[in-house]
């Protein structure tokens, strides 16, 4: 079946410094991978998404490419603030047949400190 | 953007009361709507999916009977959580997506913190 696996926290950073939180997965076929975040008390939301091999999905400073060749879809941005300290989660989106189920890795707590 | 709204956003209860939460998308219809139970400081876990019009489909261990849900419209989905007991006590999120053979984003609503006494 279908798996995510993302490092696992808490990270800690100062502000302004550069961040990767590494995520593979396991999938068969042709998945789109997602990044979602979730603040304290909060639900998720959608920070980024890659739906094929090679797309670069970014958004509010945040960037994440989708490796076929290394399964992987690490999250990065080169330049953290105080107000991005919250919990990552890598998800991925099976194709075909998957019920659009979305399977998430274990989340990354992030914490920046000023 | 699309929004997901859940109602209420924290409810505190007696075991063996039922308490229902609602979930709806605001400006989308809402072909199929999941529903995710989070641990403190865990991952989501999906409890089950829920298309409108028919029967939801339960992951392997969720009490269907004890987890009602119920998807009246296009745009609202409740989750009943019957004679509630304190380990029921969670933090449950729905996410909503859009129709569409190609639309794959889940859009997810705030939570709803259940606390059973």
């Known amino acids: 079946g279908n798996s995510v696996t993302q490092m696992e926290g808490p990270v800690t950073l100062s502000e302004e410094a550069f961040l990767t939180i590494n995520c593979t997965y396991t999938a068969t076929g042709y998945p789109s991978l997602f990044w979602y975040v979730q603040y304290p008390g909060e639900g998720l939301q959608l920070l980024l998404k890659?739906?094929?091999?090679?797309d670069k999905g970014s958004n509010k400073g945040f960037e994440a490419t989708y490796r076929k060749e290394t399964t992987s879809f690490h999250l990065e941005k080169g330049s953290v603030q105080v107000s991005d300290s919250a919990v990552y989660f890598c998800?991925?989106?099976?194709?075909?047949?998957?019920?659009?189920?979305?399977?998430f890795g274990k989340g990354t707590l992030l914490t920046v400190n000023p | 953007g699309a929004v997901v709204s859940q109602h209420p956003s924290r409810v505190i209860c007696k075991s063996g009361t039922s308490v229902k939460i609602e979930c709806r998308s605001l400006d989308f219809q809402a072909t199929t709507m999941f529903w995710y139970r989070q641990f403190p400081k865990k991952s989501l876990m999906l409890m089950a999916t829920?298309?409108?019009?028919?029967?939801?489909?339960?992951e392997q261990g969720v009490e269907k009977d004890k987890f009602l849900i119920n998807h009246a419209s296009l745009t609202l989905s409740t989750l009943t959580v019957t004679s509630a007991h304190p380990e029921d006590s969670s933090f449950y999120i729905c996410?909503?997506?859009?129709?569409?053979?190609?639309?794959?984003?889940?859009?997810f609503g705030p939570g709803t913190r259940l606390l059973v006494l």
């Open positions: 996410s909503a997506r859009r129709g569409g053979l190609y639309e794959e984003t889940q859009y």
């Open positions: 998800a991925l989106l099976g194709s075909g047949g998957s019920n659009y189920k979305l399977t």
């Open positions: 890659a739906t094929k091999a090679d």
């Open positions: 829920s298309n409108e019009g028919s029967k939801a489909t339960y």
